[in-house]
């Protein structure tokens, strides 16, 4: 029987009792208090850009979306921002993920990723393997992908079917 792609998503984003709940993305219950979107306006490009270290340009060609913390003390509700990129009808590559609080909200962004690419006919998420985030990835259940017709790399590409 095969896992849920939910499922490998759901393993350690239960609560921990040795970190307090007031550091986002480190248990469940915080990661629950945040709502994905796509990026639209200044202010959520200029956030997204201090978090990806993106230098505040983006390629024409990319989608960035987040997570905002709706319990943020701070103001700066920008939690994860994901960059991503059409490379055909059916596939939808990452092309960077990047967040300060932890695996949890990764995991979180990736599945609302998913579930948005889903919705939209996308069959695939990729993204280039042996990068800072192939461990990540893997984790999440991307594998090496075979027979989809993706441009050439050095180092080849992970997929997971959403």
């Keep these: 029987m095969s896992t849920s792609f939910a499922a490998r998503f759901d393993v350690g984003l ?17 990661v629950a208090d945040m ?6 306006t200044p202010v959520d490009f200029w956030r997204a850009c201090r978090l990806l270290g ?8 990319e989608i960035w979306s987040g997570l905002w913390n709706l319990t943020a003390d701070d103001g700066d509700a920008l939690a994860a921002v994901a960059a991503t990129r059409q490379i055909s009808p059916r596939v939808v590559e990452v092309r960077a993920i990047r967040t300060n609080h932890g695996y949890a909200v990764q995991a979180r962004l990736l599945r609302e990723l998913a579930d948005a ?30 027979n989809l017709d ?6 080849g590409w992970l997929a997971l079917q959403v």
Aim: glycine share 16%.
């Design 14 to 30: 239960t609560p921990n009792a040795n970190r307090p709940s007031s550091h986002p993305g480190q248990g469940g219950a915080v």
């Design 35 to 40: 709502v994905y979107r796509r990026l639209g």
């Design 54 to 61: 993106a230098g505040g340009s983006r390629p024409a060609d």
């Design 117 to 146: 690419s889903r919705a939209n006919g996308v069959e695939w998420l990729v993204a280039v393997a042996g990068g800072a985030g192939t461990e990540m990835f893997c984790r999440a259940g991307f594998a090496p992908a075979t």
């Design 150 to 155: 993706l441009p050439q790399t050095r180092t």
